[in-house]
């Protein structure tokens, strides 16, 4: 059974950091991208992050660029995304989910393409 399970989110200050986690198991993990998403109360969700299999690339919408970073450790299943800088605007529920191979040209958008997800992990930066 495929199964994605998210953690590490919490209340945090403005400018302060967390990692998430993303769990991964029943599936070949690096043979897949893993990217992150994260939706708002009100907000369509966005992609924020995406990693390819084996570490082959990444990707950070500008929104992040520079704040956040993506990596993976295959030897455990997990995919990491280390926040740094966080803001109230980065306040949401955090999801991981898996794309065969490559995590393609539209990756931030192209939510189809994304075969699981996770349950997510709510993230809340106050001011």
């Known amino acids: 059974q495929v199964q994605l399970v998210e953690s590490g989110g919490g209340l945090v200050q403005t400018g302060g950091s967390l990692r998430l986690s993303c769990a991964a198991s029943?599936?070949?993990?690096?043979?897949?991208?893993i990217g992150w998403f994260r939706q708002a109360p009100g907000k369509e969700r966005e992609g924020i992050s995406c990693?390819?299999?084996?570490?082959?690339?990444?990707y950070y919408v500008d929104s992040v660029e520079g704040r956040f970073t993506i990596s993976r450790d295959n030897a455990e299943k997990t995919v990491y995304l280390q926040m740094n800088s966080l803001q109230p605007v980065d306040s949401a529920v955090y999801y991981c989910?898996?794309?065969?191979?490559?995590?393609?040209?539209?990756?931030?958008?192209?939510?189809?393409?994304?075969?699981?997800w996770g349950q997510g992990t709510q993230v809340t930066v106050s001011s």
């Open positions: 989910a898996s794309k065969w191979i490559n995590c393609g040209p539209r990756w931030s958008t192209n939510f189809e393409a994304f075969n699981s």
């Open positions: 029943g599936f070949s993990f690096d043979e897949y991208a």
């Open positions: 990693i390819g299999q084996r570490d082959a690339a990444k």
